[in-house]
């Protein structure tokens, strides 16, 4: 399966401030994910990134706060726009190779709000 | 997609087969089971996925019960490794591909 890279892996960052996470593939795929999981929670998805258009937002997550960039097949970014200490969790992208094929997952990035 | 209820949390022992019940009886005809598990730190694994024959695969067997309405995954011989959070998920082929997580059952072989 595809090899997928978070960066940064961690980051302790101050309210009000924006952090932009990459997510890198080592191989084309079909459709990219961004997750997020609050501590001691399960993953509540954010958004399905796009290749060359807007992401599709779930209910609850919207741009302003999570702008979310797909300029190629391989690479993605998660914003996360005026950070509070709510916003505090880990950011998880994820990946599908093609059409129907399982979700594979990075490591995510842990981000702490002070 | 349809609900699935697991329990919170089981242990197993180091060495046994480790059974991990799903429930799922709203399932509908196009939904499968999937299997993630969340090793700490680190991101969901996939483990196994199925419709209503059994699978298997290196990693677990799956287990779906003729009406659809429960699965039960197969850890064949714990180990300590596979101490985690395991995710039962029902979902539509294709269905955008969107995964949605419940609570799972945190598992926690013992040696």
């Known amino acids: 399966s595809a090899v997928i890279s978070q960066k940064p892996s961690r980051d302790i960052c101050q309210r009000g401030t924006s952090l932009t996470i990459q997510c890198q593939v080592d191989?084309?795929?079909?459709?990219m994910f961004w997750y997020r999981q609050q501590p001691g929670q399960s993953l509540t998805l954010i958004a399905t990134?796009?290749?060359?258009?807007?992401?599709?937002?779930e209910s609850g997550f919207v741009i302003d706060k999570f702008p979310i960039s797909r300029p190629n097949l391989t690479f993605s970014t998660l914003t996360v726009s005026n950070m509070s200490p709510e916003d505090s969790s880990i950011y998880l992208c994820?990946?599908?190779?093609?059409?129907?094929?399982?979700?594979?997952f990075g490591d995510g990035t842990r981000l702490s709000i002070l | 997609d349809a609900k699935t209820t697991q329990p919170p949390s089981m242990d197993c022992a180091e060495g046994r087969a480790a059974n991990l019940p799903c429930n799922h009886s709203?399932?509908?005809?196009?939904?499968?089971v999937y299997w993630y598990r969340q090793i700490h730190s680190q991101g969901p694994q996939y483990i196994i996925h199925?419709?209503?024959n059994n699978e298997t695969n290196e990693m677990a067997s799956l287990i779906i019960t003729e009406d659809r309405k429960s699965s039960t995954l197969i850890l064949p011989h714990a180990t300590l490794r596979d101490t985690a959070v395991y995710y039962c998920?029902?979902?539509?082929?294709?269905?955008?591909?969107?995964?949605?997580f419940g609570g799972g059952t945190r598992v926690l072989v013992k040696p």
């Open positions: 994820s990946v599908v190779e093609e059409g129907g094929q399982p979700q594979h």
């Open positions: 191989s084309q795929v079909t459709m």
């Open positions: 990134a796009n290749q060359g258009s807007e992401a599709t937002y």
């Open positions: 709203t399932i509908s005809g196009n939904e499968y």
């Open positions: 199925g419709l209503k």
């Open positions: 998920i029902v979902r539509v082929w294709a269905a955008g591909n969107k995964l949605t």
